[in-house]
């Protein structure tokens, strides 16, 4: 019998403390799993979701996208970049907030976006404003929009409908005429909200909606590149130093200098916590085990099984009881990501599409060799225990005991 | 029980000697906080193949020390031991452990049969620590369960033994290897007096078919199956009777 035959008959020989070790180790695998997936999530979310539409440079007047601040005369901005020749085509995009009429009840609170094409390559016309249409059509006239499925649920809007909003761009306390828009899509916003309701249409459309006040000035130009952003983005800083390009991986960077970094170390410490208990709990598990076949240990030592072989033993049911929890730990730790991520995309001011558990190939892997290191950590103290038995004294002790 | 052949006979073991065991003037002192006991003083003792001595004694007079030193798991403080012409103190650990799997069998008081191995995997057990093959384990293991009655007890586990199978079973775990030497601390310590005369008994045949047995005893009547009985006290060997 091998030092693994050995050890699943000394687990099985005591079906609760096994059961109770190997739940243990799943409940605590899921949620250092789950710190895991979580130590990453949101960076891999976060450039998926920049990455998204293909623009992969972004011109902004602070140090991130949507600091608040404006970058002035942003048509000829968008106008200069697109004729850089890494330039594939620019997106000037404007946010005011609006209200939308209903027949029945309140007026329902929106963002209304609005985005211009500049592009000097005709490849750069294929490409669309940062939604994507889930029925109907883009909006291309001043007076289309596009809405959100919550608004077309809200006010039974369907493509074709007409709604009548009230646009500001400014400031809340514009008193604004109304304007009738005609809604030809049904779309999805990658950085909308939970609680956010959003409409998009061209930037001619937005200006209507404001009744002409919105100056020159935008909130980002999104850029293509015609391959390497790096290089665009530099060309930009060149054209352009008064304003900021950051290519979509320097954004992932800067936020994760910022808020990211709160998850990051929240999820390293939780992971050291999560670890130290398993280990903990193995050792305690293992120790009793072992404590509870000293004689038996002795016995098998006097009987010619070496040191080597009895450490074996005591190693390999850690690792048994580590292997078969660990494995359980993937499904719950994906069932308990879910349920996190649900719960932490309540919060106010993260995008729908922004998940905080995603996962990667890396973090199965890392996980696979921190329970492997658990077991071996938690192992050495009962190893040592064992390897130093005194045969005969425990043998003498055991027939006095 | 029926009588068959030599257990030891199909496990080959290392070129028999006649002389097993040459200890000369062992001693075994443990520290205690109270300051030094001696457990074994100056023993002399040699065991040939084939010898069946049995060692009797008051309690804490050295006996099961003697024993274990015998079976090269106590260390002694003093005085040379040799084990088939080779000094036990200059073995390394896994040498000894190799040197006791194929040369010398254990039987103890409290049998340390595992609970969660059936009578036929706990016979097997030296034997695959000790590299047979599956086949042959197998082969040997149902022999020496018969050899001590227990063919068909072979499956159960020993929670569903008596103290008097349990006790054989670790004899036929003991003899597996093949032993040269068999060593027996208080054999029938925690049997009635008619299965504890079947054990001797069996410890008898053991000993018949050339295995060299030394048992550490109280019971008289198990002492005086021995050919020689070596009388301690006080760690010392105080008399021994050849019979």
Known sequence: MNAIGFAWRSLVRQPARAALGILGVAAVGALLFDMLLLSRGLIVSMQDLLDRGGWDVRVSAGELPGSGLRISDAVDTAEAISRLPSVQAALVMRAATARIDRASGQPLRASFQGATMRSADPAGSRLRAPWTILRGRDAEGADEVVVDEKIASESRLEPGSEITMRASCVGDLEALPATRLKVVGIAEFPFQTTNETTTGGTLDALKAACGGNVGTE????????????????????????????????????????????????????????TVSFAVLLITVLLTVSVNQRLGEIAALRALGFSRVRVVKDVLSESALIVGIGGLLSLPLGLLLASGLDRILKGMPGIPVALHFFVFEAQALAIHIALLMATAIIAALYPMRIVSTLPIAATLRDEVIG | MKSVHSPQASVPSSPTTSLIVDAKNVSRVFSMPAGPVTAVRDVTLQINSGDHIAVRGPSGCGKSTLLHMLGC??????????????????????????????????????????????????????????????????TRAAELLEYVGLAARADHRPSQLSGGEMQRVAIARALANGPRLLLADEPTGELDEATGAQIAALLDRVNQAGTALVIVTHDPALADRAERVLMMRDGQIESERVR
Not at chain 1, 235 to 261: C, D, K, M, S, Y
Not at chain 2, 110 to 128: D, H, Q
């Open chain 2, 73 to 138: 798991v106590e260390p002694q403080t003093s005085g040379t031991l040799l084990f088939d012409g080779q000094d036990i103190s200059r073995l390394s650990d896994a040498r000894r452990s190799l040197l006791r799997l194929k040369q010398i069998g254990f039987v103890f008081q409290r049998f340390f049969l595992l609970p969660m191995l059936t009578a036929r995997e706990n016979v097997e057990l030296p034997m695959s620590e000790a590299g047979v093959s599956k086949q042959a384990r197998q």
């Open chain 1, 218 to 273: 935008a909130d980002l130009i999104l850029v293509t590149s015609t391959g390497d952003a790096d290089e665009t983005a530099a060309a930009i800083r060149t054209l352009l130093p008064e304003i900021r390009a950051a290519t979509n991986t320097e954004v992932v960077g800067r936020l994760q200098q910022t808020g990211f970094t709160y998850f990051r170390q929240i999820s390293s410490v939780l992971t050291t916590v």
